[in-house]
């Protein structure tokens, strides 16, 4: 049965800043296709006029901002333009994209663990601020996964080569004070203060000039249009991800970590 697509993300707005939060609270928070349509529509709506001037996103409780990307919630029901757009892009392409391209600064409000695609939600933001106690991971190569190339580029983008390379490749969790001694987040602070941080953070951008905003944003951004991939790069990607999509090793990474044990990969 579909999810409630109203429900799945809670829209607030207060002044100029739209706090948008990932309401799935019985899946630890994780981003079902629907989830991130809903999150590409709010922004795509938000983008039509300068009343939305920054935007906060955050995970609904205190144990998770976002678990990661739940595969397992594939969406029947999309309206006729939805189709069109998912033509082009997947639903977790097309919502980080719309978040890391949004006209005016966005916020990742990190009130609890973020992994996988929920920890690159938090960096396709502009900004990260995070609670003292959090877990950051990305943990593809525990399951035999191999990340896709656009998501790979935007850690990149907001870490560099090196880092990104630590984060992959180790695949381990940072927890605590090393996540911003790591540089993962921007700002780090005790969880009571988080939410009334974070807002006043928002507000005080909101109170600079509209235009200054949104051009610098643009400009910013035209820098990693020369971090594209050609065509050819992109399609040797697929290729590569594919033929791990077909391996041993990510059945073997899958069944190890429902069964809660250490895999047994082979490199096949």
Known sequence: MDEDMEKTVLVEKKDYVATLTINRPEKRNALSPLLLIKLYQALEEFSKSDDVRCVIIRGCGDTAFSS???????????????????????????????????????????????????????????????????????????????????GLQQFIEAFGISKTKEIFLTARTYRGKEIIERGLVDYMMPRSELESFTCDYAEKITQNAPLALKGMKKIINMFSEDMALSANRVKAAEEIIQAGFQSDDLKEGQMAFLEKRKPNFTGK
């Open 68 to 150: 990661g990307y739940d595969i397992s919630a594939i969406p029947t029901k999309v309206s006729p333009e939805m189709q069109e757009a998912l033509k082009k892009q997947n639903p977790l392409e097309l919502a980080l994209n719309s978040l890391m391209n949004f006209q005016y600064p966005t916020i990742a409000m990190i009130n609890g663990y973020a992994f996988g695609a929920g920890f690159n939600m938090c960096v396709c933001c502009d900004i990260r601020i995070a609670a003292n106690d959090i877990r950051m991971g990305m943990p593809p190569a525990k399951l035999g996964l191999i990340y896709h190339p656009g």
